[in-house]
């Protein structure tokens, strides 16, 4: 009888440790990520106490490096669902034929239309095609330095318009990030001209982003990792610099934590036996790990699903990408998914066009977790609104070669000429 009852209350203690582990790690990492990471850092549409936002940094720091986080993001908004590379890269190779038409031998005629450069803007004529380019190139321009010369190989490749073009490559593959001072070619920059993480760039659409997010979103940050290459407003200052040169010492400080707060419960409700500490020990260091994965999985169903078309779910289950009308593919998805990723996965749609607004829902329904920060922010607990940005260009705003981009998606789709899926 006596087992039993300590058999009942091992598990009491067991689940009131679970309970609160989850409960405070959860609400950790979630804050950190859509309130610093996301509102403050990226956004610039809320202001946090001081000490606070050294809380948040220290404990997200472990997991991804905030500032990097912010200028992937950044990036995200700037070029949402498009892959300017190839744009430029045409654009940049049609002014070096006006510029040396006698080293032109060997080399191809341009092409009338390309129908490769986007899975849903299709027969882009030359014209376009120059447009866009020359648009987008102010997104790297002044970081790398245009090719002197082509050789006919380079001519076709460039000029190839069978190809998909605008999908990722060696998506798990580990790129060394460029070294600060070097000199930088178009194809070092490819991370500025294109979205990082984008169910229209995946060849499996949403389950290609929802099971490669981190990688991608890696590859990018990982460009960002030298603090002189991170923009002005996103570079770390002295305190965050210690912090990153010391993520292995937060996070082992976290996971003691957890290890020690678990044990302290177990301890007060009685439970002081060494093999009882070593296992609530192991529960709270498990509870961690557990956040951790939470943390993973929000963000892949924010950036699968919350870009995923008109019918998401059914891009997830049989790869066919349906833009809007409008030609965009971010989605207002439905309130679960919003539910338990800060309304992030719930209203995608609504955040892209409004990045400035802390709630992403035009109500407490679509947007309860933003409606209560909005509130405690308009009443200044800890919190407070903010436009860091002002009147001033934004830089999380999609790109007008973008937008000419999601024109001509549109133009596809009336023609009816538009592509689904890739084979």
Do not use: C
């Given at each position: 009888?006596?087992?039993?009852?300590?058999?009942?209350?091992?598990?009491?203690?067991?689940?009131?440790?679970t309970?609160?582990?989850?409960?405070?790690?959860?609400?950790?990492?979630?804050?950190?990520?859509?309130?610093?990471?996301?509102?403050?850092?990226?956004?610039?549409?809320?202001?946090?106490?001081?000490?606070?936002?050294?809380?948040?940094?220290?404990?997200?720091?472990?997991?991804?490096?905030?500032?990097?986080?912010?200028?992937?993001?950044?990036?995200?908004?700037?070029?949402?669902?498009?892959?300017?590379?190839?744009f430029?890269?045409?654009?940049?190779?049609?002014?070096?034929?006006?510029?040396?038409?006698?080293?032109?031998?060997?080399?191809?005629?341009?092409?009338?239309?390309?129908?490769?450069?986007?899975?849903?803007?299709?027969?882009?004529?030359?014209?376009t095609v120059?447009?866009?380019?020359?648009?987008?190139?102010?997104?790297?321009?002044?970081?790398?330095?245009?090719?002197?010369?082509?050789?006919?190989?380079?001519?076709?490749?460039?000029?190839?318009?069978?190809?998909?073009?605008?999908?990722?490559?060696?998506?798990?593959?580990?790129?060394?990030?460029?070294?600060?001072?070097?000199?930088r070619?178009l194809?070092?920059?490819?991370?500025?001209?294109?979205?990082?993480?984008?169910?229209?760039?995946?060849?499996?659409?949403?389950?290609?982003?929802?099971?490669?997010?981190?990688?991608?979103?890696?590859?990018?940050?990982?460009?960002?990792?030298?603090?002189?290459?991170?923009?002005?407003?996103?570079?770390?200052?002295?305190?965050?610099?210690?912090?990153?040169?010391?993520?292995?010492?937060?996070?082992?400080?976290?996971?003691?934590?957890?290890?020690?707060?678990?044990?302290?419960?177990?301890?007060?409700?009685?439970?002081?036996?060494?093999?009882?500490?070593?296992?609530?020990?192991?529960?709270?260091?498990?509870?961690?790990?557990?956040g951790?994965?939470?943390?993973?999985?929000?963000?892949?169903?924010?950036?699968?699903?919350?870009?995923?078309?008109?019918?998401?779910?059914?891009?997830?289950?049989?790869?066919?990408?349906?833009?809007?009308?409008?030609?965009?593919?971010?989605?207002?998805?439905?309130?679960?998914?919003?539910?338990?990723?800060?309304?992030?996965?719930?209203?995608?749609?609504?955040?892209?066009?409004?990045?400035?607004?802390?709630?992403?829902?035009?109500?407490?329904?679509d947007?309860?977790?933003?409606?209560?920060v909005?509130?405690?922010?308009?009443?200044?607990?800890?919190?407070?609104?903010?436009?860091?940005?002002?009147?001033?260009?934004?830089?999380?705003?999609?790109?007008?070669?973008?937008?000419?981009?999601?024109?001509?998606?549109?133009?596809?789709?009336?023609?009816?000429?538009?592509?689904?899926?890739?084979?």
């Amino acid at each position: 009888m006596s087992e039993k009852v300590l058999s009942s209350e091992s598990l009491g203690v067991a689940a009131v440790i679970t309970g609160a582990g989850i409960l405070i790690e959860g609400a950790t990492l979630l804050n950190d990520t859509v309130l610093y990471n996301h509102r403050y850092l990226t956004h610039e549409s809320l202001d946090i106490a001081p000490w606070l936002q050294a809380v948040m940094h220290a404990s997200i720091e472990p997991y991804t490096n905030p500032n990097g986080w912010a200028a992937t993001h950044e990036v995200h908004h700037r070029v949402a669902d498009a892959d300017l590379y190839s744009f430029v890269q045409i654009a940049d190779y049609v002014d070096y034929r006006d510029e040396h038409p006698g080293k032109l031998k060997d080399h191809p005629p341009l092409p009338e239309t390309f129908g490769n450069l986007d899975r849903a803007a299709i027969d882009l004529d030359l014209a376009t095609v120059y447009e866009i380019g020359v648009s987008g190139r102010d997104l790297a321009e002044g970081n790398y330095e245009p090719k002197e010369d082509y050789t006919p190989r380079e001519a076709s490749a460039i000029l190839d318009t069978e190809t998909p073009r605008y999908l990722y490559e060696d998506i798990r593959g580990k790129k060394s990030p460029h070294d600060s001072g070097q000199v930088r070619h178009l194809e070092d920059v490819r991370y500025l001209l294109r979205d990082p993480h984008s169910p229209a760039l995946h060849p499996k659409t949403v389950r290609g982003v929802f099971e490669d997010n981190v990688p991608l979103y890696s590859a990018t940050e990982s460009e960002f990792k030298s603090n002189d290459q991170l923009p002005e407003r996103l570079a770390r200052n002295s305190w965050q610099e210690k912090m990153h040169k010391h993520r292995k010492l937060l996070l082992g400080l976290e996971v003691g934590a957890h290890v020690v707060g678990a044990i302290g419960i177990g301890y007060i409700a009685g439970q002081r036996r060494p093999s009882q500490m070593i296992r609530n020990g192991l529960v709270g260091g498990a509870i961690m790990s557990g956040g951790a994965f939470t943390l993973i999985k929000g963000g892949q169903t924010v950036n699968s699903i919350g870009h995923g078309g008109v019918d998401p779910i059914r891009a997830f289950r049989t790869n066919e990408l349906i833009p809007y009308p409008d030609g965009t593919y971010t989605t207002d998805a439905n309130r679960l998914l919003g539910s338990w990723t800060g309304d992030e996965a719930g209203q995608q749609r609504n955040h892209h066009e409004k990045p400035w607004n802390i709630a992403y829902g035009e109500n407490w329904k679509d947007a309860p977790f933003g409606k209560a920060v909005e509130f405690i922010a308009r009443h200044h607990l800890l919190l407070d609104e903010r436009n860091g940005f002002g009147s001033d260009a934004r830089p999380d705003m999609v790109h007008p070669a973008v937008q000419r981009i999601e024109a001509e998606r549109a133009r596809s789709m009336e023609r009816g000429s538009i592509a689904l899926k890739v084979a």
